[in-house]
Nanobody, 124 residues
Framework: QLQLVESGGGLVQPGGSLRLSCAASRFSLDYYAVGWFRQAPGKEREGVSCISTGNGTTNYVDSVKGRFIISRDNGKNTVSLQMNNLKSEDTGIYYC?????????????????WGQGTQVTVSS
């Protein structure tokens, strides 16, 4: 079974940057669609950014477009989320998830494999 571990969360001031990593074990992430999702206090989990297999098509929720970049590092079997110009509303627990099917970020309930999450807090 695919296992995912997130890292890179922390406390950052508004305008700062963080880089989250989703590391996989037991199987290669090359063959999985991967997404980053977040859950803010009192809110439902939402899709932030997703990347497909194959040509690596990416998509982002409108609120992070131009600030976040999702990418694969196949040599390290990871998927990263570079987060720039962070805002207080980016605060939440960030999860990575993967599935062998072609899924969009809106289909978060369909993703089969999930990490435990990493906390991101944007505050001055």
């Amino acid at each position: 079974q695919l296992q995912l571990v997130e890292s890179g969360g922390g406390l950052v001031q508004p305008g700062g940057s963080l880089r989250l990593s989703c590391a996989a074990s037991r199987f290669s992430l090359d063959y999985y669609a991967v997404g980053w999702f977040r859950q803010a206090p009192g809110k439902e989990r939402e899709g932030v950014s997703c990347i497909s297999t194959g040509n690596g098509t990416t998509n982002y929720v409108d609120s992070v477009k131009g600030r976040f970049i999702i990418s694969r590092d196949n040599g390290k079997n990871t998927v990263s989320l570079q987060m720039n110009n962070l805002k207080s509303e980016d605060t939440g627990i960030y999860y990575c998830a993967a599935d062998w099917r072609t899924l969009s970020c809106n289909q978060l309930d369909e993703y089969a494999y999930w990490g435990q999450g990493t906390q991101v807090t944007v505050s001055s």
